[in-house]
C-alpha cells in the first residue's frame, strides 16, 4: 500500500508543502486524527466512511515523512511520535472496526490487538539492539489493508480474527529471524 498507493501520492503533496509553514509534527498529528475519525467510523458502522479516512489520513502520514526529508526537517523526536500514534491508530482502528460487532467481536478485538501490538513490538525491540526485522506477512500495510476490506465487505469479525493470525505468524517470523541475527553479530 505505502509503495504503490500512499508514497506516490505524498510525495507529490511533500513537494508542495515543502515551501510553506507546514511542519512534519503537523502533518503527523492531522494523520493520525484522520485515522482516528475512522475508527470512530467504523464504530458507528459507517465503514466505507471510516476507510476514506483511514485511506486519507495514512496518505497524510507519509506525507510527514517525505516532506522532513525533502526540507530537511527530520528529527529522532518526530519519528519517535510517528512511531507511538501509528501504535495508538492501530489500536483505535481494531477496536473501532469491533465495536460495530462488539457483541461478537470480544476476542477478535483482543487478539487482533495482541498480535499487532506484538508484531510492532518484535521489530521496535530488535530494532533498539542494533537489527531490524521487516520480514513477515502481517506488515503494518497488510493489517491496514486487512481491516479496510473488511470494513468495505461488512465483516468486521473476520478481518480482526485474520489480523490476529497475522500478526502471530509475523511476531513469530520476526522473533525467530531477529534471534538468529543477534546470535549472528555476537558470535
Known amino acids: 500500500m505505502t509503495r504503490y498507493l500512499y508514497r506516490p501520492v505524498s510525495k507529490s503533496i511533500a513537494v508542495r508543502l515543502a515551501p510553506t509553514r507546514a511542519t512534519p509534527l503537523q502533518l503527523t498529528l492531522i494523520g493520525a486524527v484522520l ?111 486487512v481491516l479496510m476490506i473488511a470494513a468495505l465487505v461488512a465483516r468486521p469479525v473476520e478481518g480482526l480474527w485474520v489480523v490476529a493470525a497475522l500478526g502471530l505468524i509475523t511476531a513469530i517470523h520476526r522473533t525467530l529471524w531477529a534471534m538468529r541475527a543477534l546470535r549472528a553479530r555476537d558470535y
Open 35 to 145: 485515522v482516528l475519525g475512522g475508527a470512530v467510523a467504523w464504530a458507528q458502522d459507517l465503514y466505507v466512511v471510516g476507510v476514506v479516512l483511514v485511506l486519507v489520513g495514512q496518505i497524510i502520514d507519509c506525507v510527514d515523512g517525505d516532506l522532513a526529508r525533502i526540507s530537511g526537517r527530520t528529527s529522532a523526536a518526530g519519528a519517535f511520535m510517528d512511531s507511538v500514534l501509528d501504535r495508538w491508530t492501530d489500536a483505535a482502528l481494531i477496536i473501532g472496526l469491533g465495536w460495530s460487532r462488539l457483541d461478537e467481536a470480544e476476542l477478535a478485538i483482543a487478539c487482533a490487538l495482541a498480535g499487532a501490538l506484538v508484531t510492532s513490538y518484535v521489530r521496535a525491540r530488535a530494532q533498539s539492539l542494533g537489527v531490524d526485522c521487516p520480514q513477515g506477512i502481517g506488515t503494518r500495510d497488510t493489517r491496514l489493508l
